[in-house]
């Protein structure tokens, strides 16, 4: 079955970076789009990244171009999310996620809390 799993998280101050990971299992993991979503308190989940299946093409929300980068490495069926400059407003939970065969797969997230 699919299965996505999120690690990387945790505590930064303003203006520092983190890397999240998301490993994948269950799905030829090199055919499909792969995506970052968040989701902060009392709001909904939005989307972040997205990267094409062979890592060519990626798109980003407005409010995080520039400043993340995703990435992925199919032959360990992980996609990568890289933070830098984090603001406060970054404060989320971030999930992975992987539309295979038309059905939506969400990993559990990772927190990111963004604090001085």
């Known amino acids: 079955q699919v299965q996505l799993v999120e690690s990387g998280g945790g505590l930064v101050q303003p203006g520092g970076s983190l890397r999240l990971s998301c490993a994948a299992s269950?799905?030829?993991?090199?055919?499909?789009?792969m995506n970052w979503y968040r989701q902060a308190p009392g709001k909904e989940r939005e989307f972040v990244a997205d990267?094409?299946?062979?890592?060519?093409?990626?798109s980003y929300a407005n409010s995080v171009k520039g400043r993340f980068s995703i990435s992925r490495d199919n032959a360990k069926s992980t996609v990568y999310l890289q933070m830098n400059s984090l603001k406060p407003e970054d404060t989320a939970v971030y999930y992975c996620?992987?539309?295979?065969?038309?059905?939506?797969?969400w990993g559990q997230g990772t927190q990111v809390t963004v604090s001085s």
């Open positions: 996620k992987a539309r295979v065969l038309r059905s939506d797969y």
């Open positions: 269950g799905f030829t993991f090199s055919s499909y789009f």
């Open positions: 990267i094409s299946p062979a890592g060519g093409s990626s």
